[in-house]
T-cell receptor, first 113, second 110 residues
Framework: GAGVSQSPRYKVTKRGQDVALRCDPI?????LYWYRQALGQGPEFLTY????????KSGLPNDRFSAERPEGSISTLTIQRTEQRDSAMYRC???????????FGQGTRLTVV | GQNIDQPTEMTATEGAIVQINCTYQ??????LFWYQQHAGEAPTFLSY????GLEEKGRFSSFLSRSKGYSYLLLKELQMKDSASYLC???????????FGQGTELSVKP
């Protein structure tokens, strides 16, 4: 597509449910990043991929969070047994390679009630 | 660590010039990015520096000193629409991990 596409744009879920957030990067982009952003703060790094390989997952808060990019294109961030503290804006970005700028999607606003 | 420091907020006057500073840890550095983020929107790319010196793009310029772990974003002829958060981000030299600072909230007053 023309830009990075994230779905859903908004997700309200009950505490304890699992959620899957989807990111469709710009076609052909090698690198894909997941961030979480609180109001008034910069994007907080979660994990990133080059092609299908997860290069770094050091930013994932705990083992309830996981991400995959099985075919080196679309990626899914999964949060199991959601908690209220997981409520945030989750942003995905992609870049053509490991040296160029990253382009962001519009994000998924997750609310855990 | 990846410590990136930038001021939390700044205020400037329409038509003026403002400089937003960013310092970062130099080890493993492989490029410095500046992004603009308006409230409720996604960050958008402004500039990229990997070598020392000044990169100019219209009203916006960005400077990098690798030895000092220092960058700044210079905005000239400020307009009201420049009111936004400005994010400094550094890239690592091992595969491209991109880490952001907390952002500087710039308010442009008439």
């Amino acid at each position: 597509g023309a830009g990075v596409s994230q779905s859903p744009r908004y997700k309200v879920t009950k505490r304890g449910q699992d959620v899957a957030l989807r990111c469709d990067p710009i076609s052909g982009h090698v690198s894909l990043y997941w961030y979480r952003q609180a109001l008034g703060q910069g994007p907080e790094f979660l994990t990133y991929f080059n092609y299908e390989a997860q290069q770094d997952k050091s930013g994932l808060p705990n083992d309830r969070f996981s991400a995959e990019r099985p075919e080196g294109s679309i990626s899914t961030l999964t949060i199991q047994r959601t908690e209220q503290r997981d409520s945030a804006m989750y942003r995905c970005a992609s870049s053509a390679d490991t040296n160029t700028e990253a382009f962001f999607g519009q994000g998924t606003r997750l609310t855990v009630v | 660590g990846q410590n990136i420091d930038q001021p939390t907020e700044m205020t400037a006057t329409e038509g003026a010039i403002v400089q937003i500073n960013c310092t970062y840890q130099t080890s493993g550095f492989n490029g410095l990015f500046w992004y603009q983020q308006h409230a409720g929107e996604a960050p958008t790319f402004l500039s990229y520096n990997v070598l020392d010196g000044l990169e100019e793009k219209g009203r916006f310029s960005s400077f990098l000193s690798r030895s000092k772990g220092y960058s700044y974003l210079l905005l000239k002829e400020l307009q009201m629409k420049d009111s936004a958060s400005y994010l400094c981000a550094r890239r690592n030299n091992q595969g491209g991990k991109l880490i952001f600072g907390q952002g500087t909230e710039l308010s442009v007053k008439p």
